[in-house]
């Protein structure tokens, strides 16, 4: 299902950026007309992935996502982050 997302957003908007290391945290992507396509990521997933795939404690992984990977601004065709309440 990853590789069908990434094919699709890269036919909306060849600029479009995939965040590395992520593929499992993705979810999807915009839809908007107003907003350029860009990939869509489960934060929650993502600090997941770094728990389970790094090894890092759970209040280290939300940190590094929070610093690491939601502060960092990469332009208008940078993915987007959700997180989905319960």
Do not use: W
Not at 58 to 65: I, Q, S, T, Y
């Amino acid at each position: 299902m990853t590789n069908d997302i990434v094919e699709h957003i890269a036919e909306m908007n060849p600029d479009a950026l995939i965040a590395d290391g992520l593929e499992s945290a993705l979810v999807g992507y915009t839809v908007n007309h107003h907003h350029t396509c860009v990939a869509i990521y489960d934060v929650d997933k993502c600090i997941e992935l770094f728990v389970t795939r790094d090894g890092l404690p759970h209040d280290g992984a939300e940190e590094h996502v929070s610093f690491n990977v939601l502060g960092a601004y990469v332009g208008e065709n940078g993915p987007l982050f959700v997180r989905f309440s319960t």
